[in-house]
């Protein structure tokens, strides 16, 4: 356990950096729409903090597929429900979406998931199988 633990960390701390430059580029997009004229130092400092540590958490998690007793599918579930509350916890704290869009967040947020998460798996899938049969050969 304390592998994994170290591997979540690692991974979290080497993405980290991502969340802030994500921001930055959200930021720079809702100033040129003109959503977002000035950020107190508050909103700034909050939204850095939270990008960051959500970046963290969700490179950290992807550690769950490193567990070879645990099953693929289960461990995509662990996934899902760590980014969800994740993401939908930092988004409600920061005002990034409103109490009454948590519905239709939660549906598009599992549709995507669900979506990635299947194209990454049978792609990945495929080539093992391909592998195995180059092996069998």
Same mark, same amino acid.
């Given at each position: 356990m304390r592998k994994y633990l170290k591997d979540f960390c690692f991974r979290g701390m080497m993405f980290a950096w991502g969340g802030p430059v994500i921001l930055a580029i959200v930021w720079t997009f809702l100033h040129k729409a003109g959503v977002v004229s000035s950020l107190s130092v508050r909103e700034v400092a909050v939204g850095i903090l939270s990008m960051t540590i959500m970046a963290f958490i969700a490179a950290g998690i992807s550690i769950v597929y490193q567990?070879?007793?645990?099953?693929? *599918? +289960?461990?995509? #579930?662990?996934?899902?429900?760590? #980014?969800? *509350?994740?993401? #939908?916890? +930092?988004y409600l704290l920061n005002g990034w979406i409103p109490l009454n869009r948590v519905g239709a967040f939660t549906l598009i947020y599992v549709v995507i998931f669900a979506v990635v998460w299947s194209i990454i798996y049978f792609t990945v899938r495929r080539k093992v199988d391909k592998m195995n049969r180059m092996i069998n050969k």
């Open positions: 567990i070879e007793n645990l099953p693929k *599918a +289960f461990a995509g #579930l662990i996934q899902m429900s760590v #980014l969800y *509350a994740d993401y #939908l916890g +930092f």
